[in-house]
């Protein structure tokens, strides 16, 4: 008999390891999606605007190209001639209630570029000081630590608060003195561990590259792509390649119980599935409901991983509203910063093709901080705060023409210090359910590409046990 597996939950990880499957196995596959429709967190709008097109991104907007793992994916795809480079590279940050242009080799976070370092207006020279002299920094111990006390230690407060934080922790709507430095940024950790200081490390791994005759010198690619008609094209392509999988859309999996031959995986509806594997690729807290009668210990844990909501607010106005125009891709906001919204995306200027060229289209972020709690705000509210921010930005000289807003509930993980322990514990506590995986944004990694690894692992890893257990 074919090996019968269940993925539940079809966002990005769980289309992948059901294509993966789909592609690399002789099974049944049947995915179960509570939603409507695929592709969990992942989503574009097209909005038919005059002879155009507004393209809307309701949550993520780009591909973190380091972490190759999704870029392989669209490649494999036949994506790679949709992939687009950003137009413009550099970014600001709000410091004192003005934009300060970020200089492009500051996101190294080290002194591997001096020349960004002494270029940033908004650093003092003690804070130039203490960057340039983090190699002389004694490495620490090698556990786990926040990454405000990480940056603090080897860079010093300022650098860590208007720099390395807003960068680092912004992104996941968390704060800096809880986010783990070891389970989201392992890179700066270990280069910490292993050339005693972040800067060396730098400067080492280029030499390293460089000498290494292998890697592909001239075909590196920028660090951050898309998708010329939005990442929505990632999750259609996989959905259209899901050619054996059996696909169940309004399907809330409530239970996965031990049974005699595997596991029985039960609806809200009533409906049943046995399956030698199952692929739980939910959010960590969806998952501790799902499994809380048979492991009630692993469900405890897994609801000790936070998440945090967000929203995003989209706006277009006429160009010729905003006065000078925009600069760069965007901006972000460090944590003690009093500001109606967190960061801010400027969509038209970042990625070719999102709105016509007399249009501009700009993304702004709510949660974490600021005047708004987002589980409870109402869109119009919400809408105006973007607003309100822009305008204390920019003051332009119309209202936006187009508005829409995106809340994602508990949409973002916290991976706190100790998370990569958490997960060990929670691993162990789940032996009453044999043959169950986890996998997706909530466990080993919180970006797409992440996703992308853990969902095409996972789905190998159970095609590896099958082919065992039916030799
Ligand atoms: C606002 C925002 C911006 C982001 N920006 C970026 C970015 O620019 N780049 C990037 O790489 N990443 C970004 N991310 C992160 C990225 O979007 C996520 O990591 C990724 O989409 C998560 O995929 P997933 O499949 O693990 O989880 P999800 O997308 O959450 O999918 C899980 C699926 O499980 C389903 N489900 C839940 N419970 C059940 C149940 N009981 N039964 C059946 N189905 C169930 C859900 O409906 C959902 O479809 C962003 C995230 C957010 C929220």
Redesign the pocket.
């Known amino acids: 008999m074919r090996p019968r597996i269940v993925i539940?939950?079809?966002?990005?990880?769980?289309?992948t390891a059901a294509y993966t499957l789909d592609k690399e196995g002789d099974c049944e596959v049947t995915l179960?999606?509570?939603?409507p429709h695929?592709?969990?967190?992942?989503g574009t709008a097209q909005i038919p605007w005059h002879d155009s097109t507004l393209v809307v991104?309701q949550?993520?907007?780009?591909?973190?190209t380091r972490k190759p793992w999704?870029i392989d994916l669209a490649e494999e795809l036949g994506l790679g001639d949709q992939l687009v480079e950003p137009q413009a590279k550099e970014f600001s940050m709000l410091i004192g209630g003005k934009l300060h242009r970020v200089p492009g080799g500051l996101v190294t976070l080290t002194y591997s570029e001096p020349d960004a370092v002494n270029e940033a207006d908004f650093l003092t020279d003690a804070a130039k000081k203490a960057v340039t002299d983090e190699p002389t920094v004694p490495a620490g111990n090698g556990s786990d630590e926040s990454i405000a006390s990480f940056f603090r230690r080897r860079f010093g407060e300022e650098f860590s608060r208007v720099v390395a934080e807003p960068l680092l922790a912004g992104?996941h709507g968390g704060s800096p003195e809880t986010l783990s430095m070891k389970a989201l940024y392992p890179a700066y950790f270990d280069l910490e561990r292993e050339f005693g200081s972040l800067a060396g490390g730098m400067v080492a791994r280029k030499r390293q590259r460089t000498e290494d005759p292998v890697e592909p010198r001239g075909k590196r690619r920028n660090t951050f792509l898309s998708f010329k008609n939005g990442?929505g094209t990632l999750v259609e392509t996989l959905v259209g390649r899901l050619g054996k999988t059996r696909v169940e859309l309004d399907?809330?999996?409530?239970s996965i119980d031990p049974v005699e031959g595997g596991l029985k995986v039960t609806?809200a509806d009533g409906r049943k599935w046995i399956a030698d594997d199952v692929i739980l690729?939910?959010?960590a807290y969806?998952a501790a409901?799902?499994v809380q009668s048979a492991a009630p210990e692993a469900s405890e844990r897994l609801h000790a991983i936070k998440h945090v909501s967000?929203?995003?607010v989209t706006l277009a106005y006429p160009a010729n509203a905003v006065p000078g125009g925009l600069s760069g891709t965007g901006f972000l906001v460090p944590y003690h910063e009093k500001f109606p919204v967190t960061g801010g995306t400027w969509s038209s200027n970042k990625w070719p093709g999102r709105a016509p060229s007399d249009t501009i289209l700009v993304r702004l972020?709510l949660g974490r901080f600021g005047s708004v709690d987002v589980d409870t705000a109402s869109e119009e509210s919400m809408i105006e705060i973007g607003k309100r921010a822009f305008e204390q930005l920019f003051v332009p000289k119309e209202s936006p023409i187009f508005e829409t807003t995106?809340r994602?509930r508990r949409?973002?993980p916290q991976y706190e210090v100790g998370h990569l322990e958490r997960l060990d514990g929670i691993v162990a506590a789940l032996t009453p359910l044999r043959g169950l995986h986890l996998?997706?944004?909530?466990y080993r990694g919180?970006?797409?590409?992440?996703?992308v690894r853990?969902?095409r692992d996972v789905a190998q890893s159970v095609l590896r046990k099958s082919s065992i257990n039916h030799e």
């Open positions: 539940v939950g079809g966002g990005v990880t769980g289309l179960l999606e509570a939603a695929l592709g969990g967190k992942v991104e949550g993520a907007d780009s591909l973190f999704a992104t990442m399907t809330f999996v409530e609806a690729a939910t959010p969806h409901r799902i967000g929203a995003i972020f995106h994602w949409a973002l996998a997706g944004t909530s919180v970006g797409i590409p992440d996703c853990q969902g």
